[in-house]
């Protein structure tokens, strides 16, 4: 409690305050203030990659979209599906691979726009890597090409370097892409992404299913916990 109090205190907001005088959005691993818009409120979210982060004082926080209401239990493995995960990839850089996964998304019919999308995926990457260690990177974008929250799975031949936060080649690409209205989903389902790398017995399983269903059934085991 006294550790939290610290970190609200760091952020800006007193203990009680109103939430509504800054905007803290999180990627998992870091949290980056900035001024508020009126009126939103601000809950807490369990970030499974709390162990990867910098600065573990401050308390997870998210913006809550009133257009989006989030089930209490969300899971990996129901916003996954066969057509967009790929077994191997065929990339062979970063930025290949965020092709190729986008690719799939459109040929699926997931986008209205495949080219927005591409660009907004790799302008999010430009900024700052999407590769947050233990060889997993979630390359990630909100954008209006997009109606609903879709999930695109890879997993490169070679392992792929990604610029990662701890200098290791990534062996497993999930791209997150959901319109504008669904920022919050899109950062829950990033976070239940993210603790996959927390269970290295999961991990290998994944990188090792032997096709998209065996995959599925391995996040479904261990991403319900």
């Known amino acids: 409690m006294v550790r939290q109090r610290m970190g609200l205190q760091r952020a800006g907001l007193r203990p009680g305050h109103p939430a509504g005088s800054h905007d803290l959005t999180e990627f998992p691993g870091s949290v980056h203030r900035r001024r508020s818009i009126s009126g939103r409120r601000l809950f807490m979210l369990q970030s499974g990659a709390a162990g990867l982060s910098p600065r573990p004082e401050f308390p997870t926080m998210v913006r809550r979209d009133r257009q989006c209401e989030i089930a209490p239990l969300l899971l990996l493995a129901d916003y ?15 930025w290949d691979a965020i092709g190729e996964l986008v690719d799939m998304i459109a040929a699926a019919g997931r986008t209205r726009d495949r080219q927005r ?11 700052r890597t999407t590769a947050i260690g233990r060889g997993l990177a979630i ?7 997009c109606d609903e929250l879709v999930v695109a799975v890879g997993v490169p031949l070679e392992p792929l370097p990604f610029d990662a936060i701890d200098g290791q080649p990534v062996r ?33 399983r ?20």
């Open 206 to 225: 994944v990188v090792s299913s032997p096709n998209a269903d065996s995959m599925i059934a391995t996040i479904r085991q261990f991403n319900s916990t």
């Open 117 to 127: 999308l591409l660009d907004s995926v790799l302008a999010r990457e430009q900024q």
């Open 80 to 94: 996954l599906r066969p057509e967009l995960i790929r077994l191997p990839m065929n990339a062979r850089t970063k």
């Open 172 to 204: 497993l690409v999930v791209l997150l892409a959901s319109a504008m209205a669904q920022a919050s989903l899109q950062i829950q389902v990033l976070a239940r992404v993210s603790r996959l790398v927390l269970n290295e017995a999961a991990f290998e």
């Open 139 to 145: 390359p990630h974008a909100k954008c209006d090409a």
